[in-house]
């Protein structure tokens, strides 16, 4: 099966436009890429041959040329899914990202990365073929995870033993037939605030997940910033203090051993036990 994507810069910078903001016409396409008129039209001619882009109608007249209006194709559909907190989570959406449908399972990761990646393939090929779909146009991947996003690879993850250098997103790209992207999951959480969340008036803001591992993403000048090996926002195991608590990575005094869940847990059942709140002491 073919690979579809965007093959170049301006491809990608044309689709997120479509995704992010909604139907736009080529004059104010052509103005907000500053792409020459021609090289616009080429672009956007190869994107409708692929059926990821098309044409929604007229545009609104601005007393000049007349123009088109231009959308993400309808057929375009992409998978998500999200490994975490004992969950496994898959959904499907539209091009502009609008939720469709999802599948939601509890998932132990110690199983290893070939039982859950395995799963993974058969929950979005069930919802694939409930939604009369051939093929998926791109598939999301958050794992609570270090990923070297360049290979497509979790990187010696604490929270997912077993899983170091695992080829996710090749397998899951040779199994669904599609182009797969693997993230972090509070990075692919800053993005989603990004698109649609209360980051979207932001070109610069720091998200930060907290749970059983605690992690960030940060976006800056519009666009996530990883660093230069994909380890920008890494905070869960920078450590504070050297006599603080004991980590489950093994070091102590690590933040996620002050603010994870677990160790919310700890000082919730210490501050019961001692008096210090007789609302936690009666739970
Ligand atoms: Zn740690």
Redesign the pocket.
Known sequence: MPMVGPETVDQARLLRLLRDDGPRSRVELVDVLGLPRARFAAEADRLTELGLVEIAGPAASRGGRRSSLLRVGAQVRFGAVLVGDGRLRVALTDGELNLLTRHDEPVDVRLGPEAVVGRTVELLGKLRAEAGLARLTGVGVALPAPVAVRDGTPVSP?ALPGWHHFPVRDTLAAELGCPVHVDNDANAMALGERHAGTGRPFDDFLYVKLGDAVGCGLVLGGALYRGAASGAGDI??L?LTEDGPL?????TG????YCGDAALVRDAVAAGRAGRSTALADR
């Open positions: 604490p869960g195991h450590q980590c489950g990575c093994g070091n690590c933040v996620e051993a």
